[in-house]
C-alpha cells in the first residue's frame, strides 16, 4: 500500500533522540525551549509554545482569548474536529461558514454574510478558527480585516502549514492573526511523533498559555498572590492542564526543523508532476491562489462524477484495491453525530456537502519515489476510464 502521508527520519534525527535519552531531562529541560525558538525564528513570531499536540495548542489559544461558556467559536466545516472540539472544551458553542469552493477553506465572503446576520441576531462569535487546508492559506487579510469590523479573535489552524507563505511571508508570524497552531502529529509536515505548538506576538497570549500548559502553576514571584514562601514554592493561579511536550519530541522536532525547507520543496515538486500527468483525467486539481506558497500537506483531487461512469465510493474503493492508500479530507465536521446531536443538518453547508461528495486525497510524501507516484498516476487513469 502506498500510503497518502508517511514521516520522513533521517540518522540526525534518531541521533538527536538517542543523546536526549542518555541526557539528564526527559522532559523540562533545554531541547523544547531550543525548538520553540527555532520556530519562532523560522516564522518571524515573537513567542511560541510547544505542547503534546495541535488539539491541545487548539484549547490553550481558545482558553488564553477568553473563550467561554455563552461565546461562539466560528470555523469551516472542512477540517479535522479538533479545530471545532476547542470551542466545546471550553464551554463556548460553535458554528461553521461554508468554504470556497476553489480553495476549499472557509470563504471570507460566505463569513461576511454570516456577520452580518450575526449582529442583527447579537451572536458575534469571539474567535475564528481559519484553517489552511492542505497547506493553502486562508484568505487572511480579508478575514482580519472582518476582524477589526465586528470584533473577533483570530486562530490559525496551521496544522498542515507549517513552511508555507502568505503574500510572501512564513505563515505563522501572526500578521493577520492572533494565535497560530501547528501540529507535528506524523503524517504532517515536520513530526515530533505526537505534538503540536501555539506561536503568537502577545506577551499576555503567551504567559497564558505557557501557565496553562502546566496545570496553571507557575514559579514565578511576579504572578503569585503573596512572597513565595521559600525556594520549594509554587503557585497553582489558575486551572490548567499537563499539555507538555517531552525532551525526546522536542529533539526530533528541532531536528526537523532543519528539513523543513527541503520537505515542503519536495513536496511541490511531486504536486508538479501530479498537476501535468494528471490533467486530462475528469477531475479537477488543487487550485493555488497565485499569492501564496501552500505547505502542501495533503493533495486533494475532486471527481467530476458527471464524466466518470462510477460513484466516488467505488473510484476510492477501487483505488485502496489497488494498493493506494487514499483518504478522504475530511467528512464534514457538522454531520458528525456529535455536532447532528447539537442540531446541525445535512444540508447546512452545501459547498463543504458537495466537496465531501468528490474530494480524495492522494498520496503525497517526502519520500515517494517517481516509481511510486508512477503507480499512482496509472492506478488514477485506469480507474478513471482513461486506459494507458
Ligand atoms: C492534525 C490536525 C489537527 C490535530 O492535530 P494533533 O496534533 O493530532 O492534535 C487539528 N487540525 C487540523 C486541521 C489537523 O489536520
Redesign the pocket.
Known sequence: MIPYGKQSISQQDIDAVVEVLQSDFLTQGPQVPAFEKAVADYCGAEHALAVN???SA?HLACLALGLEQGDWLWTTPI??V??ANCGLYCGAQVDFVDIDPHTYNLCAQALETKLQQAEQDNRLPKVVVA?HLCGQPCDLQAIHALSQKYGFKIIE?A??AIGGKYQGEPIGNGRYSDITVF???PV?IITTA?G?MALTNSAELAQKMDLLRSHGITRNPELMTQKPDGPWYYQQVDLGFNYRMTELQAALGLSQMQRLDEFVARRHQLAQVYNEQLADLPITLPWQHPDSYSGLHLYVIRLQLDKIGKSHRQVFEELRTAGLGVNLHYIPVHTQPYYQNMGFRQGDFPEAEAYYSEAISIPMFHGMSAEQQKEVVNTLTQALGHGF
Do not use: I, N, R, Y
Open positions: 499536540s495541535a488539539t487548539l477540517t479535522f479538533a479545530s484553517v489552524d496544522s498542515h501540529s507535528f502529529h504532517k505526537e503540536g
